[in-house]
């Protein structure tokens, strides 16, 4: 340790004679170490909900849609069989999609219709259960675009089924969907029906690199929409929501700086004749500075380190024991998750730390050049 550091070391142990600067240093300790206690709590809570988020898009969401570029057919050609035996790794599903009605007893609202070899009878997802109230076994008619002429004029094609299965919805998904055999339901699919291929990976650690795994094996008619794309607005939103609500709750390490600042300028006022005395023994100025910037630093760093790994330690805890319970059927987890990253731990650790550093800064800056005769009229 150097000398500052043993100077800085004998006027923190020397805040005992001094009740007031003592109480202010330990408030400014206590301020550092609850903000970065609160922003890392902050910062675990939403890491372990978009976690969370992020799972389920790769676990039940598509990793890459393949479309047409123009029009709504997908281009002829053995490239799809081609695909399924270059990459085994993937799922691939051909699905035949256009906008239909669906109606119930309870009303009638607009549905994507999807066709799917992979479907044998006809499911719904829960989007448009919840709102014609249906259930397995449920009667359902599908009114299409298409028209059958007859005396009385043009009338929509119907077909009326039963509700095989309710499944679940996809985290993006917002619209009613209905999904069912190209057999049972290309009677209403009219002329405005899109083809698209879905892509899954069987692992779905590997849902970013589906896109581009295949990109060279699709002919020039065909876009890949890779998983980033498809799921923008939402990663989108989570990143904002992330920066915006870790911005606020920093705004508390920022108030402690500023507490931090005006007890180190008390600090200052308290030692300006021992300042001035140490000056005149030849301490020079660069030294009173550093001397200053560590006393601000010690405390600063050192309640941001103490907060945060408190409040990693009780994100953790939480975590662990489930103590925070969520209502069932409405979010994915039974309890509130928290999850702490090295790189969470590792920002909050800098946010106190720079702030400490620039409440240093002034005090330390003034103490420095405080003129020595100034000091010494007060001894």
Known sequence: ??????????????????????????????AMALGAGALTLTLA???????????????????????????????????????????????VRVVTATTVWAVSEH???PAALELDEAVTGVEINR???????????????????????????????RRTFTVAEVRSSRPTEERAVI?????????????????????????????????SSVQGDVPEGVEVVSFQALNR???????????????????????AALNLLCNLALLAAEKRADVAILSALGLEPRAIFRLFLALGLGIGALGGVVGTGIGGALATLFD??????????????????????????????????????????????????????????YE
Not at 5 to 24: D, P, Q, S
Not at 54 to 77: Q, T, W, Y
Not at 192 to 210: C, F, I, K
Request: net charge positive; charged share 15%; hydrophobic share 50%.
């Open 127 to 157: 989007v448009l259960a919840a709102r014609l109230v249906l259930g397995v076994g449920s009667r359902l008619t599908v009114a299409s675009p298409r028209t059958n002429l007859t005396p009385l004029g043009p009338v929509p094609v």
């Open 107 to 109: 009303g009638a609202v």
């Open 320 to 377: 662990r024991t489930r103590l925070l319970p969520l209502p069932r059927g409405v979010f994915l987890l039974s309890h509130v998750p928290f999850r702490v990253t090295t790189g969470a731990v590792a920002v909050v650790i800098a946010i106190s730390v720079a702030a400490a550093l620039f409440a240093s800064l002034a005090p330390a800056r003034a103490a420095a050049r405080r003129d020595v005769l100034e000091g010494l009229r």
């Open 45 to 91: 809570l939403l890491e372990g909900f978009q976690s969370t988020i992020r799972a389920e898009l790769r676990e039940s969401g598509v990793h890459a849609r393949l479309r047409p570029r123009m029009g709504g057919a997908l281009p002829p050609g053995p490239w799809l069989a081609q695909l399924r035996q270059r990459h085994p790794e993937l799922e």
């Open 179 to 211: 999904r069912t055999s190209p057999a049972m339901g290309a009677a209403l699919v009219g002329g405005g029906a899109v083809q698209s291929v879905e892509l899954r990976a069987r692992d779905s650690h590997r849902a970013w690199e589906v896109a």
């Open 233 to 255: 607005p939402l990663l989108a939103a989570l990143q904002l929501e992330r920066a915006m609500i870790g911005l606020g709750v920093a705004l508390v390490i920022v108030v």
């Open 1 to 30: 340790m150097g000398p500052t550091g043993l100077i800085a070391g004998r006027y923190l142990l020397g805040l005992k004679r001094r009740t007031h600067v003592a109480a202010v240093s330990a408030i400014s300790f206590v």
